[in-house]
């Protein structure tokens, strides 16, 4: 955490400010500035390549900007490391899933609920609660978490025994067991179908009753559906904001897009 900074008009969950990412000679990042609000879901778009997973893992510490800052809740983040994030109130799921294939379900989303946990499977284990009734408390938090998504049934299955978009569910759960108060999602919408694409949606828009959401997701019916703001990336830039309606219709989006469907 770094000093406080001046407090805007409103405090964002999470800022961006003016973040340049450079691999190599590669501009991945621009001078890309992004808010979250309070209780919103912001969604970040682009053509493939244009720096959405970047912006990802600028925002959760994966990669550290060359320039600019991440402030989360008016303070700066000078560096988060990956188990940092539950202290902060934020958790995240990856595009690729990131399970545990060699413990339950349920112990999975157990290692979500632990605020000092180490990004590794075994220190996640160590730092599961040794007193009982510490243990009772998480796994009865656990299986809260999964019931509420529908999938309290594969609690004692292994993951990969499961279909995708159920184990999607279960690193879904992981994330939620912490009560973040910022949730982070890379492509969740990814192998769904276009069913399960709409109960993500209702489920994403059911969260910001407690928390923000900052969406990266390719799939623009999702994004126009569930967002409050979009940021619009092309080649690492910022070329569009607004509300779903205003960058639907933002010629700079429509070229961006050219030949597809926006
Ligand atoms: N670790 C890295 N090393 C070098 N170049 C990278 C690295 N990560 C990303 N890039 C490059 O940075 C640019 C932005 O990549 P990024 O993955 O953020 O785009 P994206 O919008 O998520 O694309 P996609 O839609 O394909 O997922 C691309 O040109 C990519 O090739
Ligand atoms: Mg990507």
New binding site residues.
């Given amino acids: 955490m770094g000093p406080e900074l001046d407090d805007p008009v409103r405090t964002l969950d999470l800022e961006l400010r003016d973040i340049t ?1 450079r ?2 000679g ?1 501009v ?2 621009s001078d890309v500035t992004l808010g979250v609000s309070p209780r919103q879901v912001h969604g970040v778009i ?12 600028v925002a959760c510490g994966f ?1 550290t900007p060359d320039e600019g800052d991440v402030v989360r809740s008016g303070r700066r983040l000078s560096k988060v490391r990956p188990h940092d994030l539950a202290g902060l109130g934020m958790a995240r799921t990856l ?1 690729g899933l990131g399970l545990f294939d060699r413990v339950t379900v349920l112990e999975n989303v157990m290692t979500g609920a632990d605020r000092h946990a180490r990004a590794g499977f075994l220190s996640a284990l160590l730092a599961l609660p040794r007193s009982g009734a510490d243990e009772r408390d998480l796994r009865e938090r656990a299986m809260a978490t999964l019931d509420s998504l529908g999938i309290a049934q594969v609690a004692d299955y292994y993951p990969a025994s499961l279909p995708y978009p159920v184990r999607k569910r279960v690193a879904l759960a992981r994330a939620l067991v912490a009560e973040p108060e910022l949730l982070l999602l890379d ?1 969740p919408a990814s192998g769904l179908s276009s069913d399960e694409m709409d109960e993500l949606g209702d489920l994403i828009t059911s969260l910001t009753d407690r928390m923000s959401v900052l969406l ?1 997701e ?1 799939h623009m019916d999702l994004v126009m559906r569930v967002c409050d703001e979009i940021t619009v ?1 092309d080649f ?1 830039k910022v070329i569009a904001r607004g509300t779903p309606d205003e960058v639907r219709s933002d010629p700079a989006v429509l070229d961006a897009y050219l030949g597809e469907d926006v």
């Fill in positions: 990412v691999f190599g590669l991945a990042l682009g053509p493939n390549g244009a720096g959405k997973t970047t912006v990802f893992n990669v595009q492509e990266v390719h990336l690492g």
